[in-house]
């Protein structure tokens, strides 16, 4: 009767921890289907590891099949990119990532690029096409004195050497990581129908706009830009594939071929962003450039607007700051209460020469600007006092546009961190047809954080299971002993 009730008790016990096991295990399962942001939540407090809304707009709407191949040698995965790739693949079913050893691969990367690639370096392929983003640009620094400026580590190290060799110190920096933008981007390139080209006017003194932060932009929202040199002569014309055309501070004249070349190109669908200084936007000065505008119905006021309103300039009444209207392509933006540098800027007029034209003012001043000269500079109450626009959308019925901004120093690279930037990029949008923005902005690193790598998490979970078991098993054992006495 004892062995039978002694059996009974044991075969209690095993079934009881058999049970017991195989909860665990079935919860060890379900945990290893969390995403990583439940099992690995973001603690950092810039959310390195987070993915934007911006990026989810663009990734809700991806509809190719995207691998990643994250090169790096095993253990030396940066916790940061390694958790960043786990969201994006949390967060859309079209996204794979595939880790690929260069060390029992060596040749897997020339497939893709003839560079060398560094560790923590990502492929991205889809039928489309494929891209390559190096390790080296997912950190990148910002100089004090030279912000919107972002130079990788061996630019910051050549730099700094420069700089100390000079000085006897390095100079001071914020790292920023990049991963968030280099993904995103990375991922609306290779899934993108049609990479959009944008032509850049040149031969009149325009400035170039691809080596500085607004060309960077440019690139980050996957826009190709190429130069444009319109041929006099009946052949002149603007290339079938321009998604739009820059005219970026011209200081001469275009010619009669290269006007009537802008006005078919507009008039045919095209769209064109120009950017004037004020002494060379008027008829008086560039008469043929002026043709253009005043084909869309607009002119330029060629004096430099100021303003009295405090609110409205800084230091400087020449150096406003006009409100986004949020009218016309503005209407892309987020918000349009930013802060708008518009520097040294003339004022843009409707002159009604074009009935058929939809204008849009994008950006005016307050009611206290005025027309600066020397005789109030040091007097402005003594000028008279009106509503300027800074910056006009003209749209005809077939959809071709001019995008007019009354000063280059819109994209001043000293601007690119405000709401210039934001204007500039919505102005894209609108041309190339974007539905979405990619350029984002990175993250500062101002603080540290603990870092557990795969490897430990890994044994931790099997130490906490074999803790959990033991500790039953052995409540299971004392509850067996305790109902024999």
């Known amino acids: 009767m004892k062995n039978k009730k002694i059996l009974k008790i044991g075969a209690y016990s095993v ?63 940066d916790p940061q990119i390694e958790g960043l790739l786990n969201r994006y693949a949390d967060a859309s079913d079209k996204i794979t990532v595939t880790k690929v050893d260069p060390v029992s691969k060596p040749n897997f990367a020339s497939e893709y690029t003839s560079q060398t690639l ?61 991963g ?4 995103t981007g990375a991922v609306d390139y290779v899934t993108g129908d049609k990479i959009p080209v944008m032509y850049a006017l040149t031969g009149h003194g325009e400035t170039d706009i691809s080596s500085g932060a607004f060309g960077g932009l440019v690139r980050d929202e996957n826009i190709e830009i190429k130069s444009l040199s319109l041929a006099a002569g009946e052949t002149s014309a603007v290339p079938q594939d321009a998604d739009a055309v820059l005219i970026n501070a011209p200081t001469n004249d275009i010619n009669d071929a290269e006007a009537d070349a802008l006005i078919s190109y507009i008039d045919n669908g095209g769209d064109v962003i120009l950017l004037t200084m004020f002494e060379k936007a008027t008829a008086d000065a560039v ?87 020397e005789e109030n500079a040091n007097n402005p109450d003594s000028a008279e006092k009106n509503m300027y626009s800074t910056a006009y959308q003209s749209v005809q019925p077939e959809g071709g546009s001019l995008i007019w901004f009354g000063t280059p120093n819109i994209i001043d690279d000293s601007f690119v961190n405000y709401g210039n930037a934001e204007l ?25 954080y603990l870092e557990v790598t ?32």
């Open 118 to 178: 560094s560790n923590n370096s990502l492929i991205f392929v889809t039928d489309k096409r494929s891209t390559v983003v190096d390790g080296s640009e997912l950190y990148k620094y910002e100089i004090v004195g030279q912000e919107g400026t972002y130079y990788t580590e061996s630019e910051y190290n050549s730099i700094a050497q420069q700089y100390y060799y000079s000085t006897g110190s390095a100079p001071e920096a914020t790292q920023y990581f990049f």
């Open 15 to 77: 079934a009881l921890s058999a049970i017991v096991l195989a909860v665990v295990i079935a919860v060890n399962l379900f945990v290893g289907q969390l995403p990583s942001s439940v099992l690995r939540p973001d603690l950092t407090p810039e959310k390195l590891t987070t993915v934007s809304d911006e990026s989810m707009e663009i990734l809700n709407g991806i509809k190719d099949d995207v691998t990643v191949y994250y090169i790096v040698t095993g253990g030396g995965e």
């Open 180 to 183: 968030e933008n280099e993904i």
């Open 287 to 373: 008469p043929n450039l002026a043709k253009v505008c005043d084909h869309m119905g607009l002119e330029a006021y060629g004096d430099i607007i100021a303003d009295a309103d405090s609110n409205h300039y800084y230091t400087y009444p020449f150096y406003i700051l006009p409100d986004i209207t949020g009218n016309g392509f503005s209407s892309l933006m987020s918000n349009t209460g930013v802060y708008l540098f518009m520097p040294v800027s003339h004022a843009i007029e409707i002159t009604g020469t074009n009935a058929d034209v939809e204008t849009y003012s994008i950006a005016r001043t307050s009611d206290s600007a005025y027309i600066y000269t």
């Open 424 to 448: 500039f990029l919505a102005a894209l949008r609108s041309v190339c047809e974007k539905t979405t923005s990619v350029s984002i902005i990175g993250k500062p690193i101002t603080s540290s």
């Open 454 to 485: 795969e490897g430990s998490m890994n044994m931790w979970t099997a130490v906490f299971a074999i803790v959990v078991v033991a500790v039953t098993v052995s409540g299971i054992a004392v509850f067996a002993v305790r109902r024999r006495k």
